[in-house]
């Protein structure tokens, strides 16, 4: 493999001997592409964290909305009259 930086030929290393630039990450991160099934992967675990929050919010939402009626409710039985 020869070298981004200084064009040295350095054969399955890691680093340049010449001038220690990193030759297998670097052209890792240029050809890493994620497969279909990384994607979904990745696509799901979004979209179960997504639906797991939103969830927290709905539930905290209906407890105000449950809390608040039978707040009203409460006070209705016991001043005769709505808030
Ligand atoms: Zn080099």
Not at 33 to 38: L, N
Not at 44 to 73: D, E, M, P, Q, W
């Amino acid at each position: 493999m020869k070298c981004p930086k200084c064009g040295m030929e350095n054969e399955q290393r890691s680093v340049c001997k010449d001038c220690g630039q990193f030759l297998y990450s670097t052209t890792r991160k240029i050809r890493y592409k994620p497969t279909p099934k990384e994607k979904r992967e990745r696509f799901r675990k979004n979209t179960r964290y997504v639906v797991t929050k939103s969830l927290i919010a709905i539930l905290i939402l209906l407890g105000l909305v449950l809390l608040s009626f039978l707040l009203a409710v409460g006070m209705q039985r016991l001043f005769g009259f709505t808030v």
